[in-house]
């Protein structure tokens, strides 16, 4: 499942706020999985709270650069600037395709001249990478079923 | 045939938000383009709320950024804020794209340095009291030469221009 989620940067927004939005963001899309333990997830997330809001106050959260992959679910969370900011409308509607999620992953944006800062902050953080997300939405597990077996059950 | 047209409406608040975050934005990015490590560097971050407050109040001057290595302070960029009369219609534009080409012309800074930001007000202003800032009680060091960058940022009545000191 593809989903696409608005938090409007700069002037609607400050960094520190945009980076609290994203968390809240992320761990309460997580805290729909049995299986993935949110609290665990924010707790992960708050040591980039920083990274966050210079990214947004940025720009580089601007578009498709900061995807959650979890169980069935690719979100994207659209941070805009400036004027596409002001147009924007704040969209944090918590997404379905984690009810079977096991595990998790917050793809960031990595531009040149940050790698330094990006790593430092990945290097801390198990579920966060500087790799670019798939472009396809994960799909449920592949099931085999022995339809000939199916119909003599009973 | 009908017509529809919508008006957006740019305020101050809009503006001292948006100034505060492109200028956060780009002392974080060129202080870690020139070397800096992300501990240090990301400091700058929890500076935006003094920085939105001062020009709420229209009382920031300029920001000065020194180099601290041990035994020496020197001048590395001052952020400028020109204010004039507020336009609703003006749009809200930063230049961090622009500023951001050109930061491989820097020098790299050693990996002891550090770095200080000096907050400065209007000549008929001060500068409210903020969390996590004091009073300078040194003068500033000569600043020398300057190549402006240009405008970082931009909204309805007030400017942020960067400048550097050390190409």
């Not at chain 1, 938090?7 to 520190?16: F, H, L, M, T, Y």
């Not at chain 2, 020496?72 to 749009?91: A, P």
């Not at chain 2, 790299?108 to 008929?124: L, N, S, Y």
Request: proline share 6%; charged share 20%; hydrophobic share 40%.
């Amino acid at each position: 499942m593809r989903a696409t989620r608005v938090i409007p940067g700069r002037p609607q927004a400050s960094g520190s706020a945009v980076a609290t939005t994203i968390i809240d963001l992320v761990a309460s899309t997580l805290a729909k999985s049995p299986s993935i333990d949110a609290q665990a997830a924010r707790a992960e997330l708050e040591p980039a709270a920083s990274l966050l809001s210079m990214l947004a106050n940025s720009g580089h959260l601007d578009g498709e650069t900061l995807v959650l992959v979890a169980g069935t679910l690719r979100m994207v969370i659209d941070v805009p600037a400036g004027e596409a900011a002001l147009a924007a409308q704040l969209d944090v509607r918590i997404p379905t395709g984690t009810a079977t999620a096991t595990d998790w992953t917050l793809h960031l944006p990595k531009p040149g001249h940050l790698s330094p800062a990006i790593e430092a902050v990945v290097q801390q953080a198990s579920h966060l990478t500087a790799e670019p997300a798939p472009t396809d939405a994960p799909t449920a597990a592949a099931v085999t079923v022995d339809l000939r077996r199916l119909g003599s059950t009973g | 045939m009908s017509t529809y047209t919508t008006t957006t409406t740019r305020t101050w608040s809009h503006t001292t938000t948006h100034l505060a975050g492109a200028v956060v934005g780009v002392l974080s990015e060129t202080l870690i383009a020139i070397g800096f490590s992300w501990d240090k560097a990301k400091r700058v971050n929890t500076y935006e709320t003094a920085i939105a407050a001062w020009l709420r109040e229209k009382s920031l001057a300029r920001l000065t950024i020194t180099s601290t290595a041990p035994g020496s302070e020197r001048v590395m960029y001052t952020i400028d804020f020109d204010y004039f009369e507020e336009d609703g219609g003006q749009e809200l534009r930063d230049q961090l794209a622009r500023i951001r080409r050109q930061l491989g012309k820097e020098s790299q800074v050693p990996a002891d340095a550090d770095f200080t930001i000096t907050a400065t007000p209007r000549p008929w202003a001060s500068l409210s009291d903020q969390p996590g800032w004091s009073t300078r009680v040194t003068a500033l060091p000569e600043s020398g030469r300057s190549y402006r960058y240009g405008t970082a940022a931009s909204g309805p009545g007030a400017a942020a221009v960067l400048s550097s000191y050390r190409l």
